[in-house]
């Protein structure tokens, strides 16, 4: 991958699933370990940026909350790459590690 004049290093591929595949970068711009999200647009040049894509990119825009992974930018080139701030965990793991009743009372926790 040579995005923007190598402004990405790549350490690792961290997954993938439908819309596309993540990684754990170097961003040499910024200057700190980010995650790069590459989407699968293989018919953007047909039917243009599927709604789901536009709609998470603005949401995601107008969030500012210390509970939430900050984007800090998004590159329009071949593909769509949204750069994260990179967490050392992800949310199932971090939610795993804790009782629920770190989060809710013992009467909000519903059992099954």
């Known amino acids: 991958m040579n ?17 596309g595949s993540v990684y754990k970068c170097l961003d040499n711009k910024l200057q700190k370990t980010v995650v790069l999200k590459k989407l699968k647009l293989s018919n953007i040049e047909n039917s243009g940026i599927p709604g789901i894509v536009l709609r998470e990119i603005s949401i995601l825009m107008a969030l500012d909350h210390p509970n939430i992974v900050k984007m800090y930018d998004v590159l329009f080139l071949k593909e769509i790459l949204i750069i994260f701030e990179h967490m050392d965990q992800n949310l199932q793991t971090f939610l795993k590690s804790k009782s629920p009743t770190e989060f809710l009372s013992a009467s909000q926790v519903k059992v099954s």
């Open 3 to 19: 995005y923007k004049k190598n402004r990405f290093e790549i350490e690792k591929k961290v997954g993938s699933g439908t819309y």
